[in-house]
Antibody, heavy 119, light 110 residues
Framework: QITLKESGPTLVKPTQTLTLTCTFS??????????VGWIRQPPGKALEWLAL???????RYSLSLKSRLTISRDTSKNQVVLTMTNMDPVDTGIYFC???????????WGQGTLVTVSS | QSVLTQPPSASGTPGQRVSISCSGS????????VYWYQQLPGTAPKLLMH???QRPSGVPDRFSGSKSGTSASLAISGLRSEDEADYYC???????????FGGGTKLTVL
């Protein structure tokens, strides 16, 4: 059974760096074709894809946020970490981590974690 | 501004058939699979359709997906009150080297 769970601060101040962790089980990020990504959703707004890390450590980032994002993995802990620098109130929203395998994108999602950016 | 374009709202009465469109370009929908998600209030999105027209296990056959050129559609037949939710389309974009989403469609069952 595949599960993912996000963790991190619920409140960050403007200009700070956000660090979120996705802890997963039921699959290995060393398996060919597997990836873990991050998606966010501002309150009342649409889903926005942020970043993805593949089984071979290749990474992809949203072009609009690339300068602020870093995605990494710790395969020994079954974790994927996303950092976002220079946080702003517009970055407030629910952050989800999601599993990808081959042509199956988003079959498994974490429950999401709400991040509020406010001074 | 979302890369994929969806109507912000759709509606229908119980038993009706409704369709939600998703318009993209040659670098995303025109070339790659389309995915559809259903999001109920306060919950994570749920995969409704993958590889454009394949239903994951457990998704009723009332839901169907299709694609033509750079546009895709999700059709829901025999509309039920529990189908009231937000629906999102997504596709990989070869030019952006990333996933792109539609702006979402809020489906109301009248």
């Amino acid at each position: 059974q595949i599960t993912l769970k996000e963790s991190g601060p619920t409140l960050v101040k403007p200009t700070q760096t956000l660090t979120l962790t996705c802890t997963f089980s039921g699959f290995s990020l060393n398996t060919y074709g597997v990836a873990v990504g991050w998606i966010r959703q501002p309150p009342g707004k649409a889903l926005e894809w942020l970043a993805l890390i593949y089984w071979d450590d290749n990474k992809r980032y949203s072009l609009s946020l690339k300068s602020r994002l870093t995605i990494s993995r710790d395969t020994s802990k079954n974790q994927v970490v996303l950092t976002m620098t220079n946080m702003d109130p517009v970055d407030t929203g629910i952050y989800f981590c999601v599993h990808e395998s081959g042509f199956d994108f988003g079959a498994y999602w974490g429950q999401g974690t709400l991040v509020t950016v406010s001074s | 501004q979302s890369v994929l374009t969806q109507p912000p709202s759709a509606s229908g009465t119980p038993g009706q058939r409704v369709s939600i469109s998703c318009s993209g370009s040659s670098s995303n929908i025109g070339t790659n699979y389309v995915y559809w998600y259903q999001q109920l209030p306060g919950t994570a999105p749920k995969l409704l359709m993958h590889r454009t027209n394949q239903r994951p296990s457990g998704v009723p056959d009332r839901f169907s997906g299709s694609k033509s050129g750079t546009s895709a559609s999700l059709a829901i037949s025999g509309l039920r009150s529990e189908d009231e939710a937000d629906y999102y389309c997504a596709a990989w974009d070869d030019s952006l080297s990333g996933w792109v989403f539609g702006g979402g469609t809020k489906l109301t069952v009248l």
